[in-house]
T-cell receptor
Framework: GENVEQHPSTLSVQEGDSAVIKCTYS??????FPWYKQELGKGPQLIIDIRSNVGEKKDQRIAVTLNKTAKHFSLHITETQPEDSAVYFC???????????FGTGTRLTIIP | NAGVTQTPKFQVLKTGQSMTLQCAQDMNHNSMYWYRQDPGMGLRLIYY???????DKGEVPNGYNVSRLNKREFSLRLESAAPSQTSVYFC???????????FGDGTRLSIL
């Protein structure tokens, strides 16, 4: 089955700086890669996703990049703000199989 | 529009007791999922239901049973609770592949 590794497990950045979280996956058939943000006491919420036919996707301060050859994908957050502090999860799945395999999470702390 | 509603939010059980966790969604989604979240381990799939009337095992199904009562509701049952089942349980739903999974806010379950 699919295995998703996520790094780092914790990340602290100064407000206004950029944050990068990286994930690798094992199943070359995976073709859908969402990122979720989880705030304290809440369920995860999708913030951005990418399909394997696209190398990069942006949504305001958030971007995701995908390298299919190396089987890794990354979340980039620019101009970080205090409200970006949360736990972030990457995940992977392949079309026709709606099961997601999640990474172990990154706790991002924005230092004012 | 409530999204995904989980009940109860908190529960403490004694070893050997049984319990059913309830989940309901009002988005007319076909697929529903049960995950458990443990520190450092991300979200692991327990069971899922791709459509009304069908259920299938995920990564960690042992000790659990599920029922897809109708399109809206998907319950998770612990027949004989064990301390290893202490966790936060999340229910999620989605309409199809490549679509976001929407999560409830979780049930925090402690087994003594």
């Amino acid at each position: 089955g699919e295995n998703v590794e996520q790094h780092p497990s914790t990340l602290s950045v100064q407000e206004g700086d950029s944050a990068v979280i990286k994930c690798t996956y094992s199943d070359s058939a995976s073709n859908y890669f969402p990122w979720y943000k989880q705030e304290l006491g809440k369920g995860p919420q999708l913030i951005i996703d990418i399909r394997s036919n696209v190398g990069e996707k942006k949504d305001q301060r958030i971007a995701v990049t995908l390298n299919k050859t190396a089987k890794h994908f990354s979340l980039h957050i620019t101009e970080t703000q205090p409200e970006d502090s949360a736990v972030y999860f990457c995940a992977a799945s392949n079309f026709g199989n709606e099961k997601l395999t999640f990474g172990t999470g990154t706790r991002l702390t924005i230092i004012p | 529009n409530a999204g995904v509603t989980q009940t109860p939010k908190f529960q403490v059980l004694k070893t050997g007791q049984s319990m059913t966790l309830q989940c309901a969604q009002d988005m007319n989604h076909n697929s529903m999922y049960w995950y458990r979240q443990d520190p450092g381990m991300g979200l692991r799939l327990i069971y899922y239901s791709a459509s009304e009337g069908t259920t299938d095992k995920g990564e960690v199904p042992n000790g659990y049973n599920v029922s897809r009562l109708n399109k809206r509701e998907f319950s998770l049952r612990l027949e004989s609770a064990a301390p290893s089942q202490t966790s936060v349980y999340f229910c999620a739903s989605t309409t199809a592949s490549y679509q976001p999974q929407h999560f409830g806010d979780g049930t925090r379950l402690s087994i003594l």
